[in-house]
Every structure is written in C-alpha cells, then in structure tokens.
C-alpha cells in the first residue's frame, strides 16, 4: 500500500460472534430496507406529492443501474468455498464494474429522456449508489472472513447517517440536488473512517489486475448481473409506464404503495445471507438433504414475513400509509394487497437466484429473466395505458409472479440433474451389489 497505507486509520477486529453477525446482519438489511422509506417519507413531507413522485423515479432507476456496479459479485465473493480469487482481484473487478457503471448510467437515463432536475437527480443517485457499491465490497469481505456483524454494522450505520443528513439539508435547503450531495460526503466519510480501518487487517486492499482472474469473475457474475438487471429492469417497467401516461402524483402514489413490498424482498435478505456459507458447503460437500432442509426454511420465512405483512397491510396499511407519507391513499387499499403479494414474489425470485449462484447454475437463470423481460415490454405499456393505476399494480404482480415460477423451474431441473455426480451413481451401484 505504500505511504499512503501506512497512514490509514487501522481498528483491531472485534470477537467473532454469531450472535452479533445475527443482530447486526439483520440491523443492516432493516435499515437498508428502510432507507428509501425514510428518503421518499422525507420528500413527501418537506416538498409534497410531485417532488416525491420525482424522487422515487429517481431513486428506483439509480438502484436499478447500481446492479452494475455491485455485478452480482457479493454472492460469487461469499460463497468462494475454494479461495480461487483474492480480495485485491475483488476489488479491482468492482473499480471496473463502478466506472462502467456510471458510464452506462448517463446513457441509459438520456435514452430514456430523462431531463432536468429528473436528469440531475438521478445522476447524483447513481453516483451515491456507487458509494455504496464501493463499501459493499468491503463488507462482504468481512462476511466472507467471518465478521458479517462487522458488514451489517457498516451497511446499517451508513443508513442510518445518511437518512439523517438527507432530512436535515433538505428541511434547511430545500433541495434534493444539495441533500443527496451531503448523503454522497457522508458516505465516503463513512468507508474512510470505518471500512477501510477494519478491511485493513484482512488482508491487501489495493487492487490487483491479472486478466485471467478478472475474466473468470466476469464469467461468474456477468449471468447473474444480467438477470438482476433485467429483473431490477422488470420491476420498474410499472413506473415508466406511469411516467409516460399517466402524472408524478401517480407516480408518487406508486411509490408510496410499492415501498412495502420492497420491504419483505430486503427483509427477507437479512435471514439467507447468513446462509450462503452453510449452502455452500453443503452443496460442495453434497449434503442434499441438509441442503433442502435449509432452501424450504428460508422459503417458509419468506412465506411467513408475507403473511404477516398482508394481514398487517389489510387492517393498518392505508393508515399508516397516510400517517407516513402525509397523503391520502383512501380507495387504495385492495391495490397495496396486490402489490405486497407481488412482493412475495420478488422475494422468492431473489433466493432463487442465490440458490442457483451457490450451486453454480446462475447462468441458466438468464432463461427465466429473458422470458420475464418480455413479458415486461408489453404488459405494463398496455396495462397501465388501459386500466390506469390499477394497470400498474396487475403489472408489477403480473411480472413477479411469472418471473418466480420461471426461475423455481430452472431451479428444480438443475438441482435434480446435478446433484449427482458419476461417482456417486458408481457409489449407489457398489452399494447394491
């Protein structure tokens, strides 16, 4: 690292603990959920319905265009049973996915015609997007060394400060340009004086080019960038169809109603993230029924967060909606049931692509997601331009719910087809002679 490394701050690790990688993974993942709540409830109160409608356009398409700095490459670093690459080949593969990135970001959004203050916006979203792509490799360096709680610390603390700052600067300023500059310092302050401490003691940072390694991860990622980008591109098909028939304050109501269903996909994180590691072995291990065991846990918690949150939804949701967002969502309420079991949906796509990654078929995954993607082009234009926003609400539904059944498919002949290898059917004979 040179000079510069020698003066970097340097914290000594914390006790491994799974108690604490339990509570802080899960404080992570809920404030990250919680995150664009905080930002959009923020807007909508400081500046009303047509700037939150702005906003979480905005917002959604710099998440969106964020999967290509991230590149999928979180589940290949943490489920790297083998240690085939280093954290310097980590680091130097999200240097590169970052500048793409940010590249791909203004030409996508010009192509898109987006504009103004829209324009300006979503630029700066995507550049704090980075930010947080650059200390999500750190953290998943932690998790990979067995210091998840050190990860989830980073992720929830950061969102915590930045929700923080965001509300302050725009009560005071009355601007989103200026508060989501003051959540990008913060943010680098946070990876200068937390994560790279700690990274410090895992071992070198500095990033490494070897062309061999860089093309082997891109090969590893680049299914499973895709088909998150496609399926990130999917979600959000319902708001640009908002965006070109119908109004901001449509587009404001969406969010506001939406924002809970994103909430079961990320809390749902928050309980298989641990459970990438186990996975891994297991399946390299070929513990099948082991691994079974596990996949049909996380999909009853997925199954049971849903149930919580409908029920919830149907007698607190609107309510509470309103209280939040200082809004009225009257005549909503059968519309946020259909979107949180949409919800559901997505949640169950997401873990199945973690199971196809952790079983090294994420490539076959890229079927289901090109058959979503065109169930995507047509249903949300043509719906929503029909039907309104009830248009835009049976289109997201229509589109997680097609998406799921395609990936549990893809799933299900892969692990049937591979979860014997021929000296395992060698084996099974001996065994029966």
Known sequence: MGKCGEKMLRYKLPNKSKKFDFVFNMFGSGMLSLLSVILLMTVSRTSGDKSAGIFTLCYSTAQMLSSIATMALRDIQVTDAEHRFSFRDMTMFRTLSIVLML????????????????????????VFMALIAVSDIF?????YNGYLSLGGASLGFQCVLSAIVFAVTLIIFKSLIVSVCAMMAVLLLWILFFDLPFAKNLGEIKPKFDFSKQKELLFLTLPIFISTFLNQYNLNTPKYAINDFLTDIDQSRYGYLIMPAFVINLLSAFVFRPQLVPLSNDWKNKKYVSFLKTVTKLFTWILAVTVVCLIGGYFLGIPVLNIIYSTDLSGYEYKFLILLAGGAASACSSLTIVLLAVIRKQKFALIAYSLAFAIAQFAPPLLVKNYGFLGAVLSYLTVTVSLFLFLITVFIICFLKNRKTPEDIADAKRQTK
Do not use: E, R, Y
């Not at 996508?108 to 300006?120: A, R, V, Y």
């Not at 953290?139 to 998790?143: A, K, S």
């Open 103 to 126: 590249v791909s970001s203004v030409l996508f959004l010009l192509i898109k015609g987006f504009s103004g203050i829209k324009l300006t916006l979503a630029l700066l979203l995507c």
């Open 139 to 143: 953290q998943g360096n932690m998790h």
